[in-house]
């Protein structure tokens, strides 16, 4: 009992409140003196009069209302010091109210209420000041047990602000920065030294015994982080880095928060900007329908659809595990979805049409299909029953259940095909595109490159090599992909959705082409290994079915501009579609009758540039960007 009575006496916010009633004392008697200062008749000033009891309970009552014993002294700031003033200027009325009508003022000098409010503020926030002051210069120099000794790489603003944060509070210590400026070499920011250039950090993090980098760059190029990812992987010291400054200025994140560097950060791509609003307004209440809705494209779209308020979110997918997992995560997001799970196949015509008739959707995403290059070489069968017969199927079903928009998601691998996916998904888009001058159902394509992450991607590959100590596995050195983020391209799918026209062909800005080599270097670098050094990279020659570049449009597609800078808007090539019917019918007959050499020549019928390329080496030249229509 006695250990919690002395526990309570003495926890610190008792203590503060001790404090400033000894300040508010100190306060009425140094005005009183200072009135007095040269009057040889002043009067003899008691230390606890009727008056100063009055005086202690009314601003102490005031300071407590003003919530002064909320803040914490270590963070002391402007607005605590507003704080002190009001109470000092409400207290100072109300003292004067108290004393008149207790006294009528007897023996307390007019100018005390003018001279209280004023040593009242000097006293209470010259105290909190000094403490801060002192905490501040006690803990730039002494790291408490169990912080991490931190570089911090950059010494303008966001790095300031991180440093500051860093001192206060948390596992991190800084122990200085390093900039390329060479104005700032020797300087000292926040009382930190400012060791060097970003290239003296090996020599920093032996010498300082630094734990770890943090990246205060929000603006930096690929390039810096590439060197800086660089220099961290050669002193074996783990990075981390601070958000990306398109996120901060969105206001998604603040300077502060300390997240892992990410491949994204390396790749050199700026994610796409987008509105919002016209997505709300297009997809707001309507009925959307994602099939493959459990797979990488078509979880992703889920989530972002779900986000924006529709009036039923309908799932198609034939995994039940990723059914499961997409309705979990949906479930966790919002309450307030109206979500339909649907476990099915989309080459099911019974099953698509009672879905569509039942559900009746206003959009259809269709993100179903096999792409896997290497097994779809060997498994022709189902890649044209599931990537051609099924968006048969889908797009059919769409247009007599007269779906308003439906949304065919391609690849980059269906411009002049050289594998079995790329041709099968050309076939896709050829259908879809024709279809739409029969249809009253909008019909687009969205064409893009790899997504970073997805299933079955080289990242997630290279990760898994990574840790388990190598080699790292690359196809050939000089082969190159178009790569974005799962998020931007389901963002550039919707804005498409909302606003695209029929039959028309759009094909996400990739930006340049990425090396792969250097993709798995900066991946071995992202795990705090030196490539080639404690991980090897090793090349196999390229698989069955690949090329070393990527396109994104035909030699036959010119190509034009859109509203959105990140989307291009390619004119699709008309076919007989009479003809294409009957290919199609044949297509669905071999697929009956696993006649895979049928299927393959089909295929060719189909996309006769499949046979050009079998004729060429394998690196071609994209066409020039000015072309238009």
């Known amino acids: 009992m006695l250990h919690k009575l002395t526990h309570t006496l003495l926890h610190p916010r008792n203590t503060v409140i001790v404090h400033d009633l000894i300040m508010v004392w100190a306060a009425w008697m140094a005005v009183h003196w200072f009135r007095y200062l040269f009057r040889v008749d002043a009067p003899a000033q008691m230390l606890f009069t009727d ?67 004023m040593a009242l503020t000097l006293f209470l926030g010259g105290s909190r000041l000094l403490y801060r002051i002192w905490k501040d210069h006690r803990l730039s120099f002494h790291a408490r047990p169990g912080q991490t000794r931190t570089l911090v790489i950059g010494a303008g603003l966001t790095g300031e602000r991180l440093a500051r944060d860093l001192k206060q509070s948390g596992p991190y210590f800084p122990v200085g920065f390093l900039d390329d400026r060479k104005d700032l070499l020797g300087a000292k920011l926040r009382g930190l030294p400012i060791f060097g250039d970003i290239d003296s950090l090996p020599k920093v993090v032996q010498s300082r015994s630094i734990d770890m980098v943090i990246i205060a760059i ?54 796409a900007r987008m509105d919002w609003e016209p997505l709300r307004q297009g997809l707001e209440g309507q009925a959307v329908m994602v099939t493959g809705g459990g797979g990488s494209i078509g979880s992703e779209l889920c989530r972002q659809i779900a986000r924006l308020n529709p009036g039923k979110l309908i799932i198609l997918e034939n995994s039940e595990h990723n059914l499961y997992q997409i309705e979990r995560d949906l479930s966790k997001l919002t309450s307030d979805l109206a979500l339909e799970p649907v476990l099915g196949d989309i080459t099911d015509q019974v099953m698509v049409d009672h879905v569509l008739a039942h559900y009746k959707p206003d959009i259809v995403f269709h993100a179903a299909a096999y792409k896997h290059v290497p097994l779809l070489q060997r498994n022709v069968r189902e890649a044209v029953r599931n990537n051609v017969i099924g968006t048969q199927l889908m797009a059919l079903a769409a247009d007599r259940h007269q779906v308003r928009t439906f949304v065919l998601i391609s690849t980059d691998k269906a411009v ?64 190159t992909r178009f790569f974005m983020t799962i998020s931007e391209a389901c963002q550039l799918i919707m804005q498409v959705a909302v606003t695209g026209e029929s039959s028309n062909i759009y094909v996400l800005e990739m930006g340049e082409p990425v090396r792969i080599k250097l993709l798995a270097e900066q991946m071995i670098r992202l795990a705090g290994k ?31 501009s859109t509203d959105h800078p990140q989307i291009l808007l390619a004119r699709h090539r008309d076919v007989d579609f ?33 046979t050009r390329w079998e004729q060429q080496e394998n690196v071609v030249s994209l066409p020039p960007r000015q072309r238009g229509f």
Request: glycine share 6%.
């Open 416 to 479: 002049n095909p050289v594998n079995i996916l790329g041709a099968t998904k050309r076939v896709a888009e050829l259908f879809c595109q024709n279809l739409a001058r029969r249809s009253s159902t909008r019909f687009l394509t969205v064409r893009f490159g790899n997504v970073l992450n997805s299933a079955g991607s080289v990242v997630p590959l290279f990760h898994e090599q990574i840790e388990m100590g190598g080699p790292v596995t690359v196809t050939d050195p000089e082969v």
């Open 218 to 271: 929000p603006s930096a190029s690929k390039e810096q982080m590439q060197r800086i990812v660089k220099q961290c992987a050669n002193a074996h010291v783990p990075f981390r880095t601070v958000p990306k400054l398109y996120d901060l200025v969105a206001g998604k994140v603040s300077p502060q928060q300390i997240k892992s560097v990410d491949i994204e950060d390396l790749l050199g791509r700026e994610p």
């Open 51 to 117: 008056e100063m009891i009055i005086v202690l309970v009314i601003q102490a009552s005031v300071l407590h209302v003003m919530g002064l014993y909320r803040g914490i002294w270590r963070f002391a700031s402007l607005p605590d010091l507003w704080n002190i003033i009001r109470a000092g200027i409400v207290g100072t009325m109300l003292i004067s109210l108290a004393l008149f009508l207790f006294n009528r003022l007897e023996g307390v000098p007019r100018s005390v209420f003018l001279l209280y409010p």
């Open 530 to 560: 030196v490539p080639g050094q404690d991980i090897a990279i090793e090349y196999t020659g390229l698989r069955e079915g690949e090329k070393l570049f990527e396109e994104l449009f035909h030699e036959a597609e010119p190509y034009k």
């Open 578 to 610: 009479n003809s294409m019917t009957q290919q199609l019918a044949a297509l669905a007959q071999a697929v009956h009758q696993v006649d895979n050499e049928s299927l393959e020549s089909g295929l060719l019928a189909l996309v006769p540039e499949m």
